[in-house]
């Protein structure tokens, strides 16, 4: 069965300094992974995805992610973090099938102090 | 705004009782998914509809039922709510089963259950 796990729940950074969330993959076959943020009382955000190509896929808000095949990861990054990025983010896998199902990871609460 | 509409932002009700959540998927949309947000179980995938039809279903519970109507709007039914189903519903759409493409979500519903 297709997965995402996102090893930590919380992630603490600097304004100013690079952020790496980090989310590790389990699927059958190729693997369709996203990333989306949650603001407090909101609904989610989509904030980009890997189908193919590039291993590096920028998104929106200055986000960017790394997909690595051989250590099954898709870690998010931004080169300097904004205290406005504080939320919650999660890593989602395509399920498998004609559906656009996604399965998403426990999600990992960003807090960027000033 | 994702152009995805749900109603009503916030429901309070007893246990025993029925409620509907309502969606609107974006224009053009053709699926809608719904997802139930609580703090123990992360975001858990309920149901998936496609143009009328059930595509996908997940671990929603037999309390709980939903549908897609001819224009393409859905409904989310518990009945013989329980304090456990308290809980942020989110609907999303996409615009076709079977391609990898994001989902778009709502701002959800949240759920209190006395």
């Known amino acids: 069965a297709q997965s995402v796990a996102q090893p930590e729940d919380q992630v603490n950074v600097a304004e100013g300094n690079p952020l790496t969330v980090k989310c590790t993959y389990s699927?059958?076959?190729?693997?369709?992974l996203f990333w989306y943020v949650q603001y407090p009382n909101r609904g989610l955000q989509f904030l980009l995805k890997y189908i193919t190509g590039d291993n590096l896929v920028k998104g929106s808000y200055g986000f960017e992610a790394e997909f690595n095949k051989s250590q099954t990861s898709f870690h998010l990054k931004k080169p300097s973090a904004l205290v406005s990025d504080s939320a919650l983010y999660f890593c989602a896998v395509r399920d498998i099938g004609a559906t656009n199902k996604l399965i998403f990871g426990t999600g990992t609460l960003l807090a960027v102090q000033p | 705004d994702s152009g995805v509409t749900q109603t009503p932002k916030h429901l309070i009700t007893a246990t025993g009782q029925r409620v509907t959540l309502r969606c609107s998927p974006r224009?053009?949309?053709?699926?809608v998914y719904w997802y139930q947000q609580s703090l123990d179980q992360g975001l858990q995938f309920l149901i998936q509809?496609?143009?009328?039809?059930?595509?996908a279903k997940g671990n929603i519970l037999e309390r709980f039922s939903a549908q897609q109507f001819p224009d393409l709007h859905s409904e989310l039914n518990l009945s013989s709510l329980e304090l456990g189903d308290s809980a942020l519903y989110f609907c999303a759409s996409s615009v076709e089963a079977g391609r990898a493409g994001e989902l778009f979500f709502g701002e959800g519903s949240r759920l209190t259950v006395l």
């Open positions: 224009s053009g949309d053709l699926s």
């Open positions: 699927v059958s076959g190729n693997p369709y």
């Open positions: 509809y496609y143009n009328g039809e059930e595509r």
